[in-house]
């Protein structure tokens, strides 16, 4: 809801990057303007009216599926929901209606956003750090993505986009989706991902680059991490997703099944920028 403080004040942000913000949703407000923008009742009035591209959605936990769904039945091609612990019951409502269509992508919920550095920014990632470049990143965690762009930054590779899916246990965008993404983006020249605990997210992404580096006669190169070495059973580290049950498949082994697929494996995301730029031959 834009004209609440958190949009506010995010949406003054990104604006003074440089996206096109074409206007807001708060329901019982519409007709006014907020931030010199138009505010509409509904996503299907701001649909009909100024055609957005993107929807990042500021709404608390107990409101964020309606929204997301609201959304979904608009047709806005990317949506963004930022929000942690929404309930799993309507989660598995939003993924139903995302399953019956083919014209919204959700990224998150529980996420920081995606952005195209310098160019356009959905979401509430840390902007200044990031600089416009070749390297493609989609993390689970938006901590560690962070330090995956600093290290990238630092190395002087910038990145092309990025790609915070978000730590919830029913993500709208998965690894693979984003991976699928940089496989076939021209300005992306080499790929991080970044796992963690809980799921089974990195072997899925793992099968998805060994298919891609036997199709491929000249794979971009991908490094990626997966956090949680040391995490103890049955604890949430972080993230609603980051939990690691008995049985589920450890940090370790993920980290070898994307090993094993022709990933290269680093132990913290510190020394990405520098292997990036070895395996780039820079």
Known sequence: MLTL???TVNAQETVAYGTNIVGGVSPGKGGQTHLNLPVFNTVQEAMD????HASCLFVPAQHAAKAITEAIEAEVPLVVSVAEHIPVHDMLR??????TQSRTRLVGPNCPGIIAPEQCRVGFMPYKQYARGCVGIVSKSGTLSYEAVGSTT???LG???VVGMG????????LADGLKLFFNHEDTKGIILIGEIGGEAELRAAELIA????SCPNPKPIIAMVAGQTAPEGRIMGHA??????GDVSAAAKAKALEDAGAVVVPHPGVMGATMKELLGL
Request: proline share 8%; aromatic share 6%.
């Open 94 to 99: 939003v993924q139903e209606a995302l399953r």
């Open 241 to 246: 997703g980051a939990i690691r049950f008995p």
């Open 49 to 52: 009216q100024v055609k957005p």
């Open 167 to 174: 730590g919830d246990v029913l993500p709208g965008t998965t």
């Open 159 to 161: 990145q092309s986009i």
């Open 154 to 156: 630092a190395a002087g």
């Open 211 to 214: 298919e891609y580096r036997k």
């Open 5 to 7: 403080l958190q949009a």
